[in-house]
Structures are given as structure tokens and as C-alpha cells.
Nanobody
Framework: HVQLVESGGASVQAGGSLRLACKASLFTYATKCMAWFRQAPGREREGVARLFRRSDTTVHADSVRGRFTIVQDKAKNILYLQMNRLKPEDAAMYTC???????????????????WGQGTQVTVS
């Protein structure tokens, strides 16, 4: 059973930066695809970025491309989301997810992901 624990959320001013971390209890077949999602009050959950761990290939949502970067530290079993040039519309609960999927299933839809963390709050003013 995989456990995911996020950290790094905070309150920052617009234009600032944050780095979120998602610590996985283990990196295994169940975590071959990992992603960050976010959800603001009254809005649907949005896929922010995903990473296919074997090849380190990434996909970022249009809304964050060029500002956010998803990256993994295999030695520490940690998935990061580096967020730069934050905007008020980036404020949300950010959640890490993992799934035993690949190919087109490893994307920004939440459906294929079987493991979820509790989330970390990001506030941008």
C-alpha cells in the first residue's frame, strides 16, 4: 500500500515561488505515473502536471506551463512541484497522486490514479 504525504504549501505574494514535495512511502510499480492536482473552492479538480517515472517524461497543463515544473528525486522517493511566478488564480489545495498506469493513461485526468495524498494548501495574494 502506497502512502503519499505532501508538504510545502504556504501563503505567498503574487510573483513569488514555492516548492511542493510529495513523499511516497515507496517507489514501485504502483507509482509508475505520478501527478499533481489542484482544487480551489467552487472549482473542479485540475490536473497540473504529471511525470512518468521510468522515462522522466512530463506533461504540464497549459495554465502552468513555463512557470511550474514537476520533477522527481528517485533516491528519496519524493515528487516535487516547483512553482514560480505564482498568480492569485494558482491558489488551491494541491494534492499528489500516483497510479500504475502508462501511455495515454498517465495524464492529467484524475481517473486512473489509485493513490492520493491529503493535500497541501497554497494561498496567493
Amino acid at each position: 500500500h502506497v502512502q503519499l504525504v505532501e508538504s510545502g504549501g504556504a501563503s505567498v505574494q503574487a510573483g513569488g515561488s514555492l516548492r511542493l514535495a510529495c513523499k511516497a512511502s515507496l517507489f514501485t510499480y504502483a507509482t509508475k505515473c505520478m501527478a499533481w492536482f489542484r482544487q480551489a473552492p467552487g472549482r473542479e479538480r485540475e490536473g497540473v502536471a504529471r511525470l512518468f517515472r521510468r522515462s522522466d517524461t512530463t506533461v504540464h497543463a497549459d495554465s502552468v506551463r513555463g512557470r511550474f515544473t514537476i520533477v522527481q528525486d528517485k533516491a528519496k522517493n519524493i515528487l516535487y512541484l516547483q512553482m514560480n511566478r505564482l498568480k492569485p488564480e494558482d491558489a488551491a489545495m494541491y494534492t499528489c497522486a500516483a497510479g500504475a498506469v502508462g501511455g495515454t493513461w498517465c495524464g492529467l485526468s484524475p481517473v486512473p490514479y489509485g493513490y492520493w495524498g491529503q493535500g497541501t494548501q497554497v494561498t496567493v495574494s
